[in-house]
């Protein structure tokens, strides 16, 4: 096959079927050593969503179309996209505006960080078995919202809850009041600027959870080139990574009614988690990628 410098117009002579584009997207994206930590395990999978959002595919039927001819100006559109993915390192959802957490859907641009919290998948479980009666939750708090995709799984999870998204940034709430509006939960959700729980007066929530900044200092310094395009004030928090996360356990007791329950993501932080708060009993919740990245707290765990 004709390399990239013959770009486009040879390449999109000779790329005719979506399975050509396919491979070609996979290989171009690995020989450039893009990282696919964006929602994506690897550039098949990212390649893979790519076709499905350029030519209008379900996702979960790509390779039923693989044979398919494309026309000429698909093929050099959809390469141009590619082009773009791997010479500007732009993460795919930022290409797309758009980033899927299961089967929900959410706007995304770089106001915001791209969605991929662990406390997704445990949400759209029900947060099971920890929350044993999902009509029992009657008020609930996303901190550090961003999109807002989590307050959206909250009232997903737990129809019955009136919720709140609380973040600092006047940007990324005009991003979650879109998705809030896409979704149809205008009268469920309410959006606050909020630097952690400072605007929240002396609201209680029978369920906080929070995906905030957690990322330290050498971390910060090494990130890919993807990950620049974010905006630092979701992704940095100190030394440790753990600076937000200690306003949050500082805070929360005072924002739980008495049987609240308290789930953060903090990343690969558990062992200095642990080491600064030897007294607090962390409970450590399952997720695909293991044991270690989230923690479930109750209100009598805070106060205790």
């Not at 082009?83 to 995304?108: C, H, K, M, N």
Request: glycine share 8%.
């Amino acid at each position: 096959m004709t390399g990239s410098n013959a770009w486009p117009d040879t390449l999109a002579d000779e790329l005719v079927t979506l399975h050509d584009l396919l491979r070609y997207a996979i290989t171009t994206m690995g020989r450039a050593d893009v990282a696919h930590g964006h929602g994506f395990p690897d550039a098949s999978a990212e390649a893979a969503y790519l076709i499905a959002w350029y030519f209008k595919l379900p996702h979960d039927a790509v390779g039923e179309h693989l044979g398919a001819r494309a026309t000429r100006e698909e093929r050099a559109a959809f390469l141009r996209l590619v082009e773009q993915r791997v010479s500007e390192r732009i993460p795919s959802p930022y290409l797309t505006g758009e980033a899927w957490l299961g089967d929900y859907r959410f706007r995304v641009d770089p106001r915001v960080l791209i969605p991929r919290s662990f406390i997704a998948e445990l949400l759209l479980e029900g947060l099971a078995p920890w929350v044993p009666e999902p009509e029992g939750i009657a008020r609930a708090l996303d901190l550090c919202t961003g999109s807002g995709c989590l307050a959206i799984l909250l009232a997903h999870a737990f129809p019955d809850a009136e919720v709140d998204g609380a973040d600092l940034s006047a940007d990324a709430l005009d991003v979650a009041r879109a998705n809030v509006t896409d979704h149809g939960l205008e009268d469920r959700l309410r959006l606050v600027q909020s630097d952690v729980f400072s605007a929240l007066g002396d609201a209680r929530y029978d369920l906080i959870v929070s995906n905030p900044p957690y990322v330290n200092a050498p971390s910060m310094a090494a990130l890919p080139p993807e990950y620049r395009h974010e905006p630092s004030l979701a992704l940095a928090a100190g030394a440790d990574g753990l600076d937000i996360v200690h306003r949050i356990l500082a805070g929360a007791a005072k924002h739980l009614t008495d049987d609240g329950v308290l789930v953060v993501e903090i990343g690969h932080n558990r062992t200095a988690l642990e080491e600064a708060y030897p007294d607090i009993p962390f409970t450590w919740l399952s997720t695909h990628a293991g044991d270690d990245f989230v923690f479930l707290l109750t209100r009598e765990h805070l106060v205790g």
